[in-house]
């Protein structure tokens, strides 16, 4: 079974924030960091090259296919911000109708700028999203 290639690294988070090149962006990242640290309580791990993640969890899947993922986290994108939701967006439909301008994928929130949606209800969804995954998987960090 093929290995999962977004794992945690060494990189510098404070590094890979500060290359970004638009200011905008980077003061986005920078409040994101911030809220996520916040919420989740956790350190902020580079996972991969591109990724800022939060805590660890362990999943299973009937497939047999298992591995280890991030609680919560964010990477900055050419075309957007990425926020990962890894509980997927079905249980927070009210919330997000309050949010603002977004896109999603399966557990990708996608926004140009944050000034673009509702930062409370964004931290709101973001904390639903870390106590659904606590409740279904193990927590290994």
């Not at 497939?63 to 991030?70: F, Q």
Request: with cysteine; glycine share 8%; net charge neutral.
């Amino acid at each position: 079974m093929a290995e999962n290639k977004t794992v945690p690294t060494n990189l510098s988070v404070d590094a890979y924030i500060e290359a970004i090149e638009h200011p905008q962006r980077k003061e986005d990242c920078k409040t994101i960091l911030k809220l996520m640290t916040e919420i989740s309580g956790r350190e902020p791990v580079m996972w991969g090259s591109s990724i800022v993640g939060f805590g660890k969890y362990h999943y299973k899947y009937e497939s047999g296919r298992e591995g280890d993922m991030l609680i919560t986290g964010f990477s900055n994108r050419k075309q957007a911000i990425t926020l990962y939701i890894m509980d997927g967006f079905k249980r927070h439909a009210e919330l997000l109708e309050k949010i603002g301008k977004f896109k999603t994928g399966k557990s990708c929130f996608y926004i140009k700028k944050l000034s673009d949606i509702d930062i409370d209800v964004l931290s709101t969804v973001i904390s639903e999203s870390l106590k659904a995954v606590e409740e279904k998987y193990t927590i290994l960090e």
